[in-house]
């Protein structure tokens, strides 16, 4: 069975059979005591160290000892003192009651405390006492949490209440497993929370922890850790210490706090535990750090030296709000050992504050090295004395306060008719139980005019006060720079005065963070194996940007735009199509005027020259006709320059379609009329009669008809329209004809094939004509380099990027509108302007020699 099972138990058989027996496992303890109608026990760390002991319930604690004085713990008994004689004179609170007390020593220790409250629960200290109901109404005890956990799980069962003033563990706050606990300080919970305000106010990302060994310092850095993640902090390191561990442990978690990239330490630690470690770190010089530092340790008088500050400056954190109370002074100041009615520990108050102890009977037992010769003085400005900064004093006062309303509600009932307060309970009447329900409906204004009343978890309001450690006029200062507290709806406020804040790096704001943020165009990268806030910051790829600073992924730029050289915003992209102010739309643009101008000139020939054998022998009405098509097709080109349109990418492709269909048809009549008179010189053939001027126009219109049908279909159907493409080129938009129908596309240029197939192999046919002037053969050669342009055009078109396209389909249509030019006409340009001998009817029916 357990201890605190044993415990319990024999309560239980005390309380409910009225037995007598012996509580176990006590020892003899100091104490301060005040008898009076209701006593209120009290449990306090007046010493914080123990030595030579073997804590434990089974062994009896002869050689125990305790050592290092607390002076802020004594003043904390002072204060109980002080407050319950004030409520004592009091002639409205409690009248004619009379408060009592006994406070005993902690030591600092969770099996201390359990023993104390078990001796003030059981009634006496003497062994062959008797086990009875307690003597005591309530509990003010402790001050760390790890104490407070023993003492509420073990008196819990038995409704006593207990009121701690500095106690913090959220922990506590469990009403199911600690009914009977109150504080009158905020709970750990909000205290995260406000560190986590502090961190996200000043963006503190990389944050190392120390938390003590104790429920005190692993439930708060929990707590702590839960309220940032959402934030995106990281926790670089917890560092666990407590002040009973060797020098090696210490050494460990002073390596982890050098570490270079770290720069903010946040330190949930009681000051006991911590100072230590503190003066390691100033062993070892270790500056340039910025502190946080909770409530437990942020106002302690031992740490805030001129020594510590070289390490420790600048250091921040929160605190429950300072409060004086001036009639403490005198109280504090008239405390002596020559009084005879001082009680326990002045003596080692004394040794504490001057430096030697009274001659007494004891002092062989301590060995002093020095005793008082009773004309020393003290130095009143000592921190013990300052009762202008009371702040964990200050919640003694208000617990006590608490205790002695919730037995006033308990005792006096208010008459209705006089509204005046008369005794209903007598002081022996009242149990634990009653103060504890009490308790919870506590609800008023101290002599400070601060409210105080307790939550359904047994909590008081929030409100702290931010502090930063300033060195003035040679000491270390607690200079309030913000506070934080509930507003009237129920969320959190922190407020802070920047300018006022001395931090570790001077006046400027130390940054905590694994990785600089990452600045505009680029985006995290998560390192492997390393906590969310140590990464890489990658450039956004093309096409994608960052416009915040730390961006976790970046954005996709809308189809029309293109990121930035620097990623960090989207541009238009650059529309690009043939224009003709560029070199390649200058050029194309000058071929297309040339060669319009080449076949206009040589129709003008033709037509001055109409009368001339050569010309007649040509069919001058079919060559006038090829040529004005050859100017239209060198015409053409110029619709395919410039930005795409609606009208412009119809007339485009039905331009090129019609007039290179006229064209063909053309050299087709042609090649019928020369394969035609071929097969009139042959004996009984007949055939140059049927083909007469008539026939020839017949065969142009009709197969010039059959490709403007199709051209109609095409535009009824599925016509031509401008277009943007966006995958050739990032950067760019490509303006272009989308041919509307690739089936109608490669129908026109099917034909003009079929076309230009037809005439090549009749031009092949008749190409060894014995005439001086064989027009198959330049016809086959025209249509020769008419068919390889075209066959060429193919992959050129398919594979040439943007506006290249475009050229290619222009440059194809030139070169074969030249082909066809040059090919038919500057032969018969050759002899009629150069070689007018030979244009004559006899030359040119002429046959080859």
């Not at 020892?27 to 009290?42: A, P, Q, S, T």
């Not at 902690?106 to 629960?121: E, G, H, I, K, W």
């Not at 002899?831 to 009817?841: A, D, G, H, S």
Request: net charge neutral.
């Amino acid at each position: 069975m357990g201890k605190l099972n044993i415990i319990h138990l024999c309560f239980l058989l005390c309380t409910k059979m009225g037995c007598a027996c012996e509580l176990q496992h006590k020892f003899e303890m100091r104490d301060m005591y005040k008898e009076g109608h209701i006593m209120i026990g009290g449990i306090f760390p007046i010493f914080n160290k123990q030595e030579d002991m073997l804590v434990s319930f089974e062994k009896e604690p002869h050689n125990a000892e305790c050592k290092g004085f607390d002076l802020r713990a004594f003043r904390w008994t002072r204060m109980m003192m002080f407050a319950i004689d004030e409520i004592n004179n009091d002639d409205y609170l409690l009248p004619n009651i009379s408060l009592g007390y006994k406070i005993l020593d902690s030591c600092a220790s969770p099996t201390n405390v359990l023993r104390a409250a078990l001796t003030l629960v059981s009634g006496s200290e003497e062994k062959d006492s008797s086990c009875h109901p307690p003597p005591i109404s309530a509990l003010i005890a402790e001050s760390g949490s790890t104490q407070s956990l023993a003492v509420a799980e073990a008196l819990g069962p038995f409704r006593v209440p207990m009121v701690s003033y500095f106690s913090t563990c959220a922990c506590l706050s469990n009403k199911r497993k600690y009914p009977t606990f109150f504080r009158t300080i905020p709970s750990d919970y909000h205290q995260a929370k406000a560190l986590a305000f502090l961190v996200k106010r000043f963006g503190w990302k990389w944050i190392g922890a120390l938390q003590s060994d104790n429920d005190y310092g692993r439930n708060g850095i929990s707590a702590f850790a839960k309220e940032v993640e959402a934030l995106g902090v990281c926790i670089a390191f917890v560092g666990t210490i407590l002040r009973t561990y060797p020098q090696n442990k210490i050494l460990e978690v002073v390596e982890m706090i050098k570490q270079p990239t770290v720069k903010m330490i946040l330190a949930f630690v009681p000051e006991g535990d911590l100072y230590p470690l503190m003066q390691e770190v100033v062993k070892q010089n270790i500056t340039g750090k910025q502190w946080i530092a909770s409530e437990a340790w942020i106002s302690a008088a031992r740490p805030s030296t001129p020594e510590m500050f070289q390490s420790f400056r600048g250091t921040i954190g929160f605190v429950v709000q300072k409060m004086a109370i001036p009639k403490l002074g005198p109280i504090l100041k008239d405390i002596s050992p020559y009084h005879n009615s001082e009680s326990s520990f002045v003596t080692d108050f004394w040794e504490t504050v001057v430096g030697c102890r009274p001659v007494s009977s004891v002092n062989i037992l301590y060995n002093s090295t020095k005793v008082c010769t009773g004309t020393e003085k003290i130095n009143y400005t000592n921190q013990f004395f300052d009762i202008t900064q009371l702040r964990i004093t200050y919640k003694v006062y208000q617990a006590v306060y608490a205790i002695a309303h919730a037995l006033h509600h308990l005792m006096f009932c208010e008459m209705p008719e006089t509204n005046i307060s008369r005794l209903c309970l007598n002081a022996s009447q009242i149990t634990p139980n009653m103060v504890n329900e009490h308790l919870k409906k506590v609800h008023f204004v101290d002599t400070v005019g601060e409210k105080v009343f307790f939550d359904e978890n047994g909590d008081p309001p929030v409100s702290y006060e931010v502090i930063n450690w300033q060195m003035r006029d040679g000491i270390v200062q607690h200079i309030p720079v913000g506070h934080f507290s509930t507003s009237v709806n129920g969320t959190y406020e922190l407020v802070i005065v920047e300018d006022k804040i001395v931090w570790s790096t001077g006046n400027q704001t130390p940054k905590a963070v694994c990785s600089e943020i990452c600045p505009l165009g680029t985006r995290k990268a998560q390192i492997k194996g390393l906590p969310v806030c140590c990464f890489d910051c990658i450039s956004c790829a093309d096409g994608s940007i960052s416009n915040t600073t730390g961006a976790v992924d970046c954005i996709t730029c809308p189809e029309e735009y293109w990121s930035n050289e620097r990623k960090n915003s989207c541009v238009m992209k650059i529309t690009e199509f043939l224009t003709y102010t560029e070199t390649m739309g200058i050029v194309l643009t000058a071929l297309s005027l040339f060669g319009a101008c080449l076949a206009f000139s040589t129709m003008v020939v033709f037509i001055y020259f109409r009368d001339t054998p050569i010309v007649k022998v040509n069919n001058s009405e079919l060559s006038s006709l090829l040529l004005l098509s050859l100017f239209f097709c060198f015409l053409c080109p110029l619709t395919f320059i410039g930005e795409p349109t609606d009208w412009s990418c119809m007339l485009r492709h039905i331009a090129f379609g019609v007039t290179f269909a006229l064209c063909i048809s053309c050299i087709l009549g042609k090649t019928i009329v020369v394969v035609s008179a071929f097969r009139a010189t042959l004996p009984g053939n007949n055939m140059a009669g049927k083909f007469g001027p008539a026939q020839q126009r017949g065969i142009v219109w009709s197969c010039t008809a059959i490709q403007i049908v199709i051209c109609i279909l095409w535009l009824k159907i599925t016509p031509p329209f401008p277009d943007k493409v966006f995958e050739q080129h990032n950067k760019k938009i490509i303006l272009e004809c989308n041919t509307g129908s690739d089936i109608a596309f490669c129908a026109v240029l099917g034909y003009i094939g079929l076309l230009a197939v037809i005439c090549l192999i009749l031009a092949f046919l008749a190409r060894k004509l014995p005439d001086n002037f064989n027009e198959a053969k330049f016809i086959s050669f025209s249509m020769l380099i008419f068919c390889a342009v075209w066959i060429t055009f193919i992959p050129a078109y398919v594979s040439s990027p943007g506006k290249y396209t475009v050229a290619v389909e222009i440059f194809a249509i030139l070169s074969s509108a030249f082909g066809l030019l040059l090919c038919i006409f500057v032969p018969k340009c050759y002899i009629i302007l150069i070689k007018p001998e030979r244009n004559t009817r006899k030359h040119v029916m002429s046959k080859k020699s």
